[in-house]
T-cell receptor, first 114, second 111 residues
Framework: DVKVTQSSRYLVKRTGEKVFLECVQD?????MFWYRQDPGLGLRLIYF???????EKGDIPEGYSVSREKKERFSLILESASTNQTSMYLC?????????????FGPGTRLTVT | SQQGEEDPQALSIQEGENATMNCSYK?????LQWYRQNSGRGLVHLIL?????REKHSGRLRVTLDTSKKSSSLLITASRAADTASYFC???????????FGKGTKLTVNP
C-alpha cells in the first residue's frame, strides 16, 4: 500500500515564525502536491512538484515556498507565518496510468498560527 | 480555478438508505474521480471513471458520468454509519497531473 506521511498532525506556531511542514511518500512517485483546506473553500493547490528540484506554483502560492531535494520528500515552508495561514494542510502524491492520476493523501497537518 | 461543484452541500440520511451526491463541472475532461474524507483526516480515493464510461461500480458505490451534461453522480447503497464523511469530486486541470477538487458534500448517516 502507498503510504504518505506528514510530520505533524497538529502544530501551533506564532506569527512571524518560519514553519516547515514535511511530507514523505514511499512509492517512488514523481508528482507531489501541497494543498490547504478551509471551510467553505474546499481544497486549494499551493504548490506542485513533478520531479526532484522541480516545482510549479498552484493557485495560492503567496506566502509559501517548497523544497524537493529527494524524490520521496516534499516540504512546505511558511517563510513568516501569519494568522491567515491557519488551516489544514494536506500533502498528496500521484501514481499515473496513462492519463489518469489517482492521488494518495497524507493524514493532514492542522496548523494554528497565533 | 474551481471545476467541480458538488450538490447538495450536506445530506443527512438513516442507516440503510441510499445516498446520492452530484457533481457538475465546466470543461471537457478525460476522467472524473471521487474521494472521501473522514473528519479531520486526509482524502481517500474511491473511484475513477473515464470519459468513455457511463457507469462504474465498486462494492456499494455506483458512479455515473454524463459528459453531455458535464455531470457525475455518486450513489452509496445501503449506507452505514461508517459512511459518514465528506465526499469530493475531482477533475484533471487541463489534462495535467493536477486535480481540481469541488467543495464537497458532507454526508451524515444516522444509526
Amino acid at each position: 500500500d502507498v503510504k504518505v506521511t506528514q510530520s505533524s498532525r497538529y502544530l501551533v506556531k506564532r506569527t512571524g515564525e518560519k514553519v516547515f511542514l514535511e511530507c514523505v511518500q514511499d512509492m517512488d512517485h514523481e508528482n507531489m502536491f501541497w494543498y490547504r483546506q478551509d471551510p467553505g473553500l474546499g481544497l486549494r493547490l499551493i504548490y506542485f512538484s513533478y520531479d526532484v528540484k522541480m516545482k510549479e506554483k498552484g493557485d495560492i502560492p503567496e506566502g509559501y515556498s517548497v523544497s524537493r531535494e529527494k524524490k520521496e520528500r516534499f516540504s512546505l515552508i511558511l517563510e513568516s507565518a501569519s494568522t491567515n495561514q491557519t488551516s489544514m494542510y494536506l500533502c498528496a502524491s500521484t501514481v499515473g496510468q496513462g492519463d489518469s492520476y489517482e492521488q494518495y493523501f497524507g493524514p493532514g497537518t492542522r496548523l494554528t498560527v497565533t | 480555478s474551481q471545476q467541480g461543484e458538488e450538490d447538495p452541500q450536506a445530506l443527512s440520511i438513516q442507516e440503510g438508505e441510499n445516498a446520492t451526491m452530484n457533481c457538475s463541472y465546466k470543461t471537457s475532461i478525460n476522467n472524473l474521480q471521487w474521494y472521501r474524507q473522514n473528519s479531520g483526516r486526509g482524502l481517500v480515493h474511491l473511484i475513477l471513471i473515464r470519459s468513455n464510461e457511463r457507469e462504474k461500480h465498486s462494492g456499494r458505490l455506483r458512479v455515473t458520468l454524463d459528459t453531455s451534461k458535464k455531470s457525475s453522480s455518486l450513489l452509496i447503497t445501503a449506507s452505514r454509519a461508517a459512511d459518514t464523511a465528506s465526499y469530493f469530486c475531482a477533475t484533471p486541470q487541463g489534462g495535467s497531473e493536477k486535480l481540481v477538487f469541488g467543495k464537497g458534500t458532507k454526508l451524515t448517516v444516522n444509526p
